[in-house]
């Protein structure tokens, strides 16, 4: 009986890690793209610019506004993906207690630092979209606010994530070994 719930967990588990990992790959994309359309935006503006003695200013809106949403969802993938930069105070010879300790007070400083993000996004969001005025004739504040929003509710979900995996999945080996298995079948 035990057996059958413990495979059930673990079938759970993967579908929850198969969900999130396709969930960053598509953001992986959409970052993708918009670094794309920044840059063909950009080149046009340039030539609009310098060649024809013009501008389009709803290209430079939509420029910052990609920025924007580049940011934060490109912090969550980095959370997620754990490709962030990390300083290492303690060498790799610290004893396991003391760097169990440290990943403690680094998980708590970050969950206290998407809190704050969430916070404020939240706040800025609703009054983003509650203010009258507009940065362009069909573009609120809210739109650009909720890329924070947005990207914060993202590290929140793949840190918990992470802390998951981390404190309350014993046996750690079980995803690994799925994800060597999905590896090897590419």
Known sequence: MAS????????ILISIEKIINKITDY??????????????VMFAQVILRYVFGTSIRQLTILVRFSISWMTFVGSAIALKTQDHLEIEIFPESTPKIILKIRNFIVDIVTFFVIFILLRVGHHAFNLGFAKAELVDRR???????????????????????????????????????????SCNIK
């Open 27 to 40: 953001l992986g994309y959409f970052v993708a793209f918009l670094i794309v359309f920044m840059t063909t």
């Open 4 to 11: 059958k719930d413990n495979r059930k967990n673990q079938s």
């Open 139 to 181: 573009i609120t504040q809210g739109y650009y606010y909720s890329s924070l929003f947005i990207g914060a509710i993202l590290m929140l979900i793949f840190f918990t994530w992470h802390l998951v995996k981390r404190y309350i999945i014993k046996n750690e080996n079980l995803l690994e070994e799925h994800q060597d298995r």
